[in-house]
């Protein structure tokens, strides 16, 4: 190869990466969590969580998982809201917002989410072995924020 076509390469990979960090910088953050709907079974099919959060004058959390019998639900504070905000903006969670995408017609492997956000917006994604951008960072990131809510009404269960 000579140098000419190594440079073009580099000049076009350079490009491609530049051109993706000022799409994720301009990504406008989450600031509030108003509802979120977010259920997931992983790709062997034994894992199944479903996580919900409805907010009207308080928050509600529910948890439903292979691990607890019958649903949970309790009230959160704004200090579990703002761990999940952190999580959906590190992890770019609104670039979620249309991904449709499947590999195959199972659901095992498969996710659905949807989270009205400030404003009244709305992100909604979901898959079949297939999966977003950060998807499986902000799901283990989601899944200790829940766990660790959850954690003294699971071990009574």
Same mark, same amino acid.
């Given at each position: 190869?000579?140098?000419?076509? #190594? #440079?073009?390469?580099?000049? /076009?990979? *350079?490009?491609?990466? @530049?051109?993706?960090?000022?799409? %994720?910088?301009?990504?406008?953050?989450?600031?509030?969590?108003?509802?979120?709907? $977010?259920?997931?079974?992983?790709? #062997? *099919?034994?894992?199944?969580?479903?996580?919900?959060?409805?907010?009207?004058?308080?928050?509600v959390?529910?948890? +439903?998982?292979?691990? &607890?019998?019958? !649903?949970?639900?309790h !009230?959160?504070?704004?200090?579990? /809201?703002?761990? #999940?905000?952190?999580i959906?903006?590190?992890?770019?969670? =609104? %670039?979620?917002? @249309? $991904?449709?995408?499947? =590999?195959?017609?199972?659901?095992? @492997?498969?996710?659905? $989410?949807?989270?009205?956000?400030?404003?009244?917006?709305?992100?909604?994604?979901? @898959?079949?072995? +297939?999966?977003? %951008?950060y $998807?499986?960072?902000? &799901?283990?990131?989601?899944?200790?924020?829940?766990?660790?809510?959850?954690?003294?009404? /699971?071990?009574?269960?």
């Amino acid at each position: 190869m000579n140098i000419k076509k #190594l #440079l073009l390469i580099i000049l /076009i990979i *350079g490009v491609v990466i @530049g051109v993706g960090y000022v799409i %994720l910088q301009n990504v406008s953050e989450v600031t509030d969590i108003k509802n979120l709907d $977010f259920e997931y079974i992983d790709s #062997l *099919g034994n894992n199944h969580k479903h996580y919900k959060i409805e907010c009207n004058k308080k928050c509600v959390a529910t948890i +439903k998982t292979d691990k &607890i019998k019958d !649903e949970l639900s309790h !009230e959160i504070d704004k200090k579990t /809201i703002n761990k #999940l905000v952190e999580i959906c903006n590190r992890y770019y969670v =609104r %670039l979620w917002n @249309g $991904f449709n995408e499947s =590999r195959s017609n199972t659901n095992v @492997g498969s996710f659905s $989410f949807k989270m009205t956000i400030q404003d009244n917006k709305e992100i909604e994604a979901k @898959g079949y072995m +297939k999966y977003p %951008l950060y $998807f499986t960072k902000a &799901i283990q990131a989601m899944d200790k924020v829940f766990e660790e809510e959850f954690k003294e009404d /699971i071990k009574t269960d």
